[in-house]
């Protein structure tokens, strides 16, 4: 008997605490997030070889600054970002340059220049 009467107060106790609950409104649309993946682009200098491994639909620029090299990548069409994994290194110390490129479309821009290594380079494959 006292069960009972205990569970039919919790109950009513339970009723009051919802009715005085303040509403919050959701809102009636959603936000579409943005497309994001990780970059899987790999830089390695090793010796006087520059070699880069692009995956999926990746850019890479390729340049020269004051007669450092700089290497950028990131997502095509998007902010290509300085490669942080090679050291300062002169331009002038590139011997050659790998590029292997991924299943989609990759970009590829070596308009920068890298001034004084030009000679240096042989055919482009």
Request: net charge neutral; charged share 15%; glycine share 10%.
């Given at each position: 008997?006292?069960?009972?009467?205990?569970?039919?107060?919790?109950?009513?106790?339970?009723?009051?605490?919802?009715?005085s609950?303040?509403?919050?409104?959701?809102?009636?649309s959603?936000?579409?997030?943005?497309?994001?993946?990780?970059l899987?682009?790999?830089?390695?200098?090793?010796?006087?070889?520059?070699?880069?491994?692009?995956?999926?639909?990746?850019?890479?620029?390729?340049?020269?600054?004051?007669?450092?090299?700089?290497?950028?990548?990131?997502?095509?069409?998007?902010?290509?970002?300085?490669?942080?994994?090679?050291?300062?290194?002169?331009?002038?110390?590139?011997?050659?340059?790998?590029?292997?490129?991924?299943?989609?479309?990759?970009?590829?821009?070596?308009?920068?220049?890298?001034?004084?290594?030009?000679?240096?380079?042989?055919?482009?494959?």
């Amino acid at each position: 008997m006292q069960f009972n009467s205990w569970l039919k107060n919790w109950s009513a106790s339970a009723d009051r605490r919802r009715g005085s609950r303040v509403s919050r409104s959701i809102p009636h649309s959603a936000q579409s997030l943005e497309n994001r993946s990780l970059l899987s682009a790999s830089v390695l200098l090793i010796g006087g070889e520059l070699n880069i491994t692009l995956v999926r639909d990746e850019a890479v620029r390729i340049s020269s600054i004051a007669g450092n090299l700089v290497v950028q990548t990131g997502s095509s069409g998007g902010a290509l970002l300085p490669s942080t994994n090679i050291a300062a290194t002169s331009s002038s110390a590139i011997q050659s340059i790998v590029i292997s490129g991924g299943d989609e479309a990759n970009e590829i821009d070596l308009s920068g220049g890298l001034h004084g290594a030009d000679q240096h380079l042989g055919q482009w494959r």
